[in-house]
């Protein structure tokens, strides 16, 4: 069975820095997408970055692109999401997330098209 889990999240005040780590096991990196939502109280669950693990394609949100950088280590079976210059904006519970689909060219962002979810991190910046 595939698991996702996630870990490195925290509270720090705006300005600050975390990273995150999702382990992915019984599922295989190569040719798949990892990828990053969150979801605060109240609001839609959000694509926040995605990697294509078979050529390292990656998806930023616009929100924030520049400050949070999506990677996969050399297994292609772990992803990270590096988030700088945090914002209370960027406070919600992330999820790591794979899907079966996604190439070179184009990466998964919507949440359906993802199968297998982690249990969520939580990420509190305050000002």
């Known amino acids: 069975q595939v698991q996702l889990v996630e870990s490195g999240g925290g509270s720090v005040q705006a300005g600050g820095s975390l990273r995150l780590s999702c382990a992915a096991s019984?599922?295989?990196?190569?040719?798949?997408?990892l990828g990053w939502f969150r979801q605060a109280p109240g609001k839609e669950r959000e694509g926040v970055a995605s990697?294509?693990?078979?050529?390292?394609?990656?998806y930023h949100a616009d929100s924030v692109k520049g400050r949070f950088t999506i990677s996969q280590d050399n297994a292609r079976s772990t992803v990270y999401l590096e988030m700088n210059s945090l914002k209370p904006e960027d406070t919600a519970m992330y999820y790591c997330?794979?899907?079966?689909?996604?190439?070179?060219?184009?990466?998964?962002?919507?949440?359906?098209?993802?199968?297998?979810w982690g249990q969520g991190t939580q990420v509190t910046v305050s000002s």
């Open positions: 019984g599922y295989s990196g190569s040719r798949k997408t």
């Open positions: 990697i294509y693990t078979g050529s390292g394609t990656t």
């Open positions: 997330a794979a899907a079966a689909s996604g190439n070179r060219w184009w990466v998964p962002r919507q949440a359906s098209e993802y199968a297998y």
